[in-house]
Nanobody
Framework: QVQLVQSGGGLVQAGGSLRLSCAASGRTGSAYAMGWFRQAPGKEREFVGGISWSGRLTSYADSVKGRFTLSRDDAKNTVYLQMNSLKPEDTAVYYC????????????????WGQGTQVTVSS
């Protein structure tokens, strides 16, 4: 059984950087496409970005484009979300989701989810 384990996150000042990780453990078999979402208190889960199973295709929400970067290390079964130039409005719980191919903005399409990790950006 495959599980997604997230790490990273924490508290950072505005303008700072953080890197989140999402590692697939268990019978991974083949690489997964992954999407990242975030959810702030009182708000709906918001798509942040997605990366294809090959790593060749990425997409980002307009709100993070140019500041966040997705990458993957398949030797470690891990996808990374590098977050730069962080803003207070980036504060949320961040989640990674995995699917065989889907990497889009509909959270219902993902088969697996990480446990979530808190990112707090102070002004």
């Amino acid at each position: 059984q495959v599980q997604l384990v997230q790490s990273g996150g924490g508290l950072v000042q505005a303008g700072g950087s953080l890197r989140l990780s999402c590692a697939a453990s268990g019978r991974t078999g083949s690489a997964y496409a992954m999407g990242w979402f975030r959810q702030a208190p009182g708000k709906e889960r918001e798509f942040v970005g997605g990366i294809s199973w090959s790593g060749r295709l990425t997409s980002y929400a307009d709100s993070v484009k140019g500041r966040f970067t997705l990458s993957r290390d398949d030797a470690k079964n891990t996808v990374y979300l590098q977050m730069n130039s962080l803003k207070p409005e980036d504060t949320a719980v961040y989640y990674c989701g995995a699917d065989s191919y889907y990497r889009g903005s509909n959270p219902d399409e993902y088969d697996l989810w990480g446990q979530g990790t808190q990112v707090t950006v102070s002004s």
